[in-house]
């Protein structure tokens, strides 16, 4: 296994619809990512796109993960994944939006449990402390909570997730991978397995300047009105 991995391309969308698909094989199609939504993100934020290719495997594309910079009220955590960040995923790119808000991130079957995964969240962590972002926010599939949402809430099983009595596919994992998880969101998706529900994580970026990035910000802003 000679795995690469690089910046999203145009050339990468089929394969990765394909991926996402599969990844989560009881949500809405129509609210999964697209051809279109993956020209968006090439577009408008391609720094924020990974994908892994295997090498030894014909160039596969095995795994990705997508994201874009937001300004995210944590106020008002309530959300579907569109009215933050489009329905295209990135449409609602900032430049200078303090967060990071994680859209997808899927691994293929035969390349799950090999830290594929965590590499991806390293990869998207090491991007926000380079550009001095606040940290990472996403709304994450809970697939565990199918089996429990006759006997608890969704926010009932977050948290016991988190506290390590319950195990999830993937919370438990982002939870692994620092991430904390705040709650429940309603609505997020629309996922009739787990009646819509997902967890609200963060992962905070200890290196985080906001002084500095509100300055950058400012600068922009004074640059645009000069022309
Ligand atoms: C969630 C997902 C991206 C994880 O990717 P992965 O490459 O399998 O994860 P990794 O191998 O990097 O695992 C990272 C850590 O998570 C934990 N973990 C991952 N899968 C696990 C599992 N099935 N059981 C227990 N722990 C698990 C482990 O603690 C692991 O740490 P380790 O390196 O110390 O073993 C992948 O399972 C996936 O694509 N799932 C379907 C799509 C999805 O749910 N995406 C998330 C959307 S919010």
Same mark, same amino acid.
């Given at each position: 296994?000679?795995?690469?991995?690089?910046?999203?391309?145009?050339?990468?969308?089929?394969?990765?619809?394909?991926?996402?698909?599969?990844?989560?094989?009881?949500?809405?199609?129509?609210?999964?990512?697209?051809?279109?939504?993956?020209?968006?993100?090439?577009?408008?934020?391609?720094?924020?796109?990974?994908?892994?290719?295997?090498?030894?495997?014909?160039?596969?594309?095995?795994?990705?993960?997508?994201?874009?910079?937001?300004?995210?009220?944590?106020?008002?955590?309530?959300?579907?994944?569109?009215?933050?960040?489009?329905?295209?995923?990135?449409?609602?790119?900032?430049?200078?939006?303090?967060? +990071?808000?994680?859209?997808?991130?899927?691994?293929?079957?035969? +390349?799950? !449990?090999?830290?594929?995964?965590?590499?991806?969240?390293?990869? !998207?962590?090491?991007?926000?402390? !380079?550009?001095?972002?606040?940290?990472?926010?996403?709304?994450?599939?809970?697939?565990?909570?199918?089996?429990?949402?006759?006997?608890?809430?969704?926010?009932? +099983?977050?948290?016991?997730?988190?506290?390590?009595?319950?195990?999830?596919?993937?919370?438990?994992?982002?939870?692994?991978?620092?991430?904390?998880?705040?709650?429940?969101?309603?609505?997020?998706?629309?996922?009739?397995?787990?009646?819509?529900?997902?967890?609200?994580?963060?992962? !905070?970026?200890?290196?985080?300047?906001?002084?500095?990035?509100?300055?950058?910000?400012?600068?922009?802003?004074?640059?645009?009105?000069?022309?």
């Amino acid at each position: 296994m000679n795995l690469d991995y690089i910046q999203v391309r145009p050339e990468h969308a089929d394969a990765l619809v394909a991926l996402e698909a599969v990844a989560f094989p009881t949500a809405d199609r129509g609210e999964l990512l697209s051809v279109e939504g993956v020209l968006k993100q090439c577009e408008m934020f391609p720094e924020g796109g990974f994908v892994v290719v295997d090498r030894d495997a014909g160039d596969r594309v095995v795994a990705f993960a997508m994201g874009c910079f937001v300004d995210f009220d944590f106020s008002a955590p309530q959300h579907h994944i569109d009215e933050v960040v489009g329905t295209l995923g990135s449409d609602h790119h900032q430049e200078f939006g303090e967060w +990071y808000y994680g859209t997808d991130i899927a691994v293929a079957e035969d +390349y799950q !449990r090999l830290g594929i995964g965590r590499q991806l969240y390293e990869l !998207r962590k090491d991007l926000i402390k !380079r550009l001095n972002r606040a940290g990472m926010v996403a709304g994450g599939v809970i697939p565990g909570f199918a089996n429990h949402k006759h006997e608890m809430t969704a926010a009932q +099983y977050v948290e016991r997730v988190a506290a390590g009595d319950l195990f999830d596919p993937t919370l438990t994992m982002q939870i692994a991978n620092g991430f904390e998880a705040l709650g429940a969101l309603e609505n997020y998706w629309t996922d009739q397995a787990v009646d819509s529900w997902a967890s609200l994580i963060v992962w !905070r970026n200890p290196e985080f300047d906001a002084e500095q990035l509100a300055a950058e910000r400012a600068g922009a802003v004074e640059g645009m009105s000069r022309g």
